[in-house]
């Protein structure tokens, strides 16, 4: 028998005469982590699909070869059934249901009439949960009690009850922070000890580098290389290569010629508490302020309140009880809803584009010119059409979105334009102040670089740029100046020169040691 | 600068449901051997479907936000309730009549937003409780009673029509105001078309090729002069449809022109983000559903104008011939996308196949029967044709 469990040999995908996969080959020794490499539109999602049956059988051409026999797959049920389960990005838990019924949903434990068995399905619940490190959760909760990165690894003990052999792990720490994201990796890797084998598609190249055994690039629908660790160079800088074909020297475009000039964004004191909760504090004593033409950073763990801060301060859209003073261009402002805080030149781009940024089934020309519209593309109400499709070209052209035209609608198009397409929205509102949440989560390396640009472009024309992002080197690589959050205050302020991941932990590790002083 | 001429073909996905219209239109007219072509009929379309119409673009906007008003149907009763008490009991003036049936509109309108949007309870169940309460207010204030006839002042709203210049033609009278109105509506339109083509290559946008501009039009215009020449024919132009034109056109407006119009869009693509977007979707929620209200109340004036009369049972059903419109001219069940135009030709479709089978002797129970497989037929393609496209 060979040592390969998974062989996918020549594999061809059209969608309506375009060639999705272009003879794609892709082995996966028994036991190993491999992952999948690519930028988006690449394939890999497709690849997946091919795999786990949702394309199935005969409406591909090549061969899957899954422990020695080859697979004609029909729907998801057939491959799960031989022990292939993929875990989406997007997670496909029941929030409201409890984690035990959530890890067998659709694989119900059942007793010997057809009737579902409740303690059987809490104890075997229970029994998952410990293999993948949440031993002390109470299976009766409901999911949406925990956190995302703790739904992750429901999702893996629900795969791990179908009795997995091979598990496919979609982005799996897309959503996550830095610690949550490592626990998550340890946790492959102890299921790796168990024998399972798994498939991990991820564009955090550093993850990759950390948990993989080999790594597959896939470009334009084609199969580049393969690397293995400990066989060929196994760097991020190697894989980078063969993702965009060509040497990515530097991921982050140099900023030149910006003049650093006064103090315009200042926020003072700034105090909040929890929306649902009027006595639990989340934001205490907040004081911040960002020159014209700088990047600063809000680095943190997650749950630090770097969202939550940046939603207070943009209209008061969190929290309550709020207190403060926000500073704009050295005028004290009021902002008590969006409006305002658009109309003192503020603008936030939310984390989460899909949930909080996009009318996804609207058009691209629609989604930029919403906010800006009742200030700069209207007359007593009503829309001057004509200079919104200038504006909107204009953007297109300017911040590069890929798309036919400026009446496309925006959930057709890759996460890195849609994301292009939310920063052209709050561009468009002419803000002196920008806050970017999260701003090149879950897109490719080369829409990420542009996005860097669009920031050192913003940072040339003297606005003052605030950076949110859970990965620290992104954090290092575009801010200036990077104030480090620690559960809802302020742990330190660090320049340029001091900015390095190990610095950042250690601000958030005195932090903590000098709460726990305290109290 | 690019001054390579971009042209592109019409979007016939646009006019789809226009040319089902057309069709459905002519099959009647074959099956019924010419009967629906009669001007009388033309007139009867018109005037049975002016308050479908009415209510349809209304409906439009609550389903834009992804939700659905039941009870509209009761509040066309109430409104027209009230109206009659007061023409009939009180012996009032018509406009005071129309003014109070307008307002109780705008109070329901007001009550149920306020309970939406303020206060967070879904629609569907705002709306279902409107729908009782409306029916049940209507059976106490008329107690089970037919209230009428109506003054000949008010009728007019829902039976009369606009003074006529009648003149001898081919056997019968031709209305030259009707006759007026087509030139003046075909020279409008051919004007609006040349001036959105003389826009598009000022700002060096794509243009369509000239013959399918030509053809749009030239159907466009048949179409006109067929419904314009039909009405001269008989009594000239209602005064049902000055209203419904004057709503449609106002509601096209708004809902593609005006800030407040394509906000109702962003709350129904995505509530979270037009709220992070500066919409104050609460309040959208809040005026879509008053609005619903006081359109309902016209609906209720022009039913009992037409009828002559306030009855209890009035309305009863409406909400669905409304609903089914919106989603037969495309909206969008989810929210966030469909026209004002296309919620009419929603209408227009539903009243077409109600009068081609009356027509052709086909029960009211069969009629239900064809009525909701169209419903299910067009959202269907209408799902599947989003699908492939994704």
Redesign the interface.
């Known amino acids: 028998m060979s040592d390969y469990i998974l062989e996918m040999n020549h594999i061809i995908k059209e969608f309506s005469g375009v060639r999705a996969l272009d003879d794609v080959n892709l082995k996966v020794k028994r036991g190993e982590i491999h992952a999948l490499c690519g930028e988006n539109g690449a394939g890999k999602s497709t690849l997946m699909n091919v795999l786990s049956g949702v394309y199935p059988f005969g409406t591909y051409s090549g061969d899957v070869v899954y422990k020695g026999e080859t697979c004609k797959f029909h729907n998801l049920r057939d491959s799960e059934a031989k022990g292939i389960v993929i875990i989406h990005q997007e997670l496909a838990l029941s929030p409201l249901l409890s984690i035990a019924e959530n890890v067998f949903i659709g694989n119900e434990q059942l007793s010997a009439k057809g009737v579902i068995d409740w303690t059987k399905t809490r104890q075997r619940a229970q029994e998952m949960l410990a293999r993948v490190g949440l031993e002390h959760e109470d299976v009766n909760v409901p999911v949406n009690s925990l956190g995302v990165g703790k739904q992750q690894l429901i999702e893996i003990a629900k795969a791990m009850a179908k009795k997995v052999e091979l598990l496919i792990l979609d982005e799996p720490t897309a959503a996550l922070n830095d610690e949550e994201s490592k626990k998550l990796l340890d946790i492959m890797l102890e299921l790796k000890k168990q024998g399972i084998t798994c498939i991990i598609i991820s564009h955090k190249l550093n993850e990759i580098e950390y948990v993989s055994d080999a790594v597959t690039i896939i470009r334009d629908g084609k199969t580049i290389e393969t690397l293995v660790k400990g066989v060929d160079d196994y760097t991020e800088d190697r894989v980078i290569k063969g993702m965009v074909g060509r040497e990515m020297t530097n991921r982050y475009p140099v900023r030149e010629g910006v003049t650093i000039g006064d103090t315009i964004f200042e926020v003072k004191d700034w105090n909040v508490y929890h929306p649902d909760d009027e006595n639990r504090q989340v934001l205490k004593d907040i004081n911040i302020s960002v020159k014209a033409g700088e990047v600063v950073g809000l680095a943190g763990l997650m749950g630090a309140g770097r969202t939550e801060f940046a939603m207070s301060v943009?209209?008061h859209?969190y929290g309550q009880k709020i207190s403060g003073t926000v500073k704009i261009n050295g005028q004290e402002v009021h902002m008590h809803?969006?409006?305002d805080?658009?109309n003192s030149k503020l603008a936030?781009v939310?984390e989460d584009r899909k949930?909080?940024?996009?009318?996804?089934?609207?058009e691209i020309k629609?989604n930029m010119t919403?906010?800006a519209?009742?200030k700069f593309f209207?007359k007593h109400?009503?829309?001057n059409?004509?200079d919104e499709?200038?504006a909107a070209e204009e953007y297109k052209k300017r911040i590069n979105v890929k798309a036919n035209?400026i009446e496309q609608v925006v959930?057709?198009l890759s996460g890195g334009n849609q994301q292009k397409v939310v920063l052209a929205?709050w561009m468009l509102t002419q803000p002196d102040v920008l806050i970017l949440d999260e701003p090149t989560r879950g897109i490719d390396v080369g829409a990420k670089y542009e996005i860097y640009c669009v920031i050192n472009d913003l940072a040339k024309a003297g606005k003052a740029v605030i950076v949110i992002s859970s990965e620290m080197p992104e954090i290092i690589g575009t801010c200036d100046r990077t104030y480090v959050l620690n559960e809802g205050r302020i742990a330190g302020e660090l320049s340029k020169d001091e900015l390095t991941q190990e610095q950042i932990m250690q601000c958030i590790m005195a932090h903590n040691r000098k709460d726990d002083g305290n109290e | 600068m690019n001054d390579k001429k971009k042209v592109v073909n019409l979007d016939m996905k646009q006019y789809g449901m226009f040319l089902a219209l057309i069709a459905i239109y002519v099959i009647f007219a074959i099956m019924t051997g010419g009967k629906n072509l009669s001007p009388a009929n033309i007139n009867n379309l018109i005037m049975q479907n002016g308050y479908v119409v009415i209510l349809a673009i209304g409906m439009l906007l609550c389903v834009l936000t992804g939700n659905v008003d039941l009870g509209v149907g009761s509040v066309v009763a109430l409104t027209g309730a009230a109206a009659g008490i007061i023409l009939v009991d009180y012996k009032m003036n018509m406009w005071v009549a129309i003014l109070v049936a307008i307002l109780i509109g705008l109070a329901v309108g007001m009550f149920a937003g306020f309970f939406i949007a303020y206060l967070g309870i879904p629609p569907f169940v705002v709306t279902l409780a409107t729908m009782l309460m409306g029916r049940g207010l209507t059976y106490t204030l008329l107690k089970a009673q037919t209230k009428g006839p109506l003054p000949d002042d008010y009728i007019y709203i829902g039976a009369g029509f606009l003074p006529t210049v009648k003149v001898n033609f081919a056997g019968g009278t031709l209305d030259l105001v009707c006759i007026i109105v087509a030139v003046i509506a075909s020279i409008a339109l051919v004007l609006a078309e040349m001036k959105s083509i003389a826009?598009k290559k000022k700002?060096n946008?794509?243009t369509n090729p000239m013959w399918q501009v030509a053809l749009k039009l030239a159907v466009m215009l048949v179409i006109i002069w067929f419904f314009f020449y039909k009405l001269a024919r008989y009594n000239g132009l209602p005064f049902v449809l000055v209203i419904m034109v004057v709503l449609i056109a106002l509601y096209a407006f708004i809902t593609s022109?005006?800030?407040?119009g394509?906000q109702i869009?962003?709350l129904g693509?995505?509530r979270?983000?037009?709220?992070?977007?500066?919409?104050?979707t609460n309040k959208v929620f809040f005026w879509v559903y008053t609005n619903m209200g006081i359109l309902s109340a016209v609906a209720g004036v022009v039913l009992t104008a037409r009828n002559a009369a306030s009855t209890p049972k009035a309305g009863d059903g409406f909400e669905m011939d409304a609903i089914a419109s919106c989603y037969i001219g495309g909206a969008?069940v989810a929210g966030?996308?469909g026209t004002i135009l296309g919620a009419v030709v929603g209408a227009f479709i539903m009243g077409i196949l109600n009068n081609g089978m009356s027509l052709y002797g086909w029960s009211t129970d069969i009629q239900k029967i064809v009525k909701g497989a169209v419903l299910l037929g067009a959202v269907t393609v209408d799902v599947m044709s989003k699908r492939k496209k994704?």
């Open positions: 943009f209209g859209s809803n969006v409006r805080a658009i936030y939310s949930v909080y940024g996009l009318n996804l089934i609207g629609e919403i906010a519209r009742p209207s109400g009503v829309i059409s004509n499709i200038v035209s959930g057709s929205k | 826009t700002y946008f794509a022109k005006t800030v407040s394509r869009y962003a693509g995505n979270k983000a037009a709220n992070l977007s500066g919409i104050d969008a966030g996308a994704g």
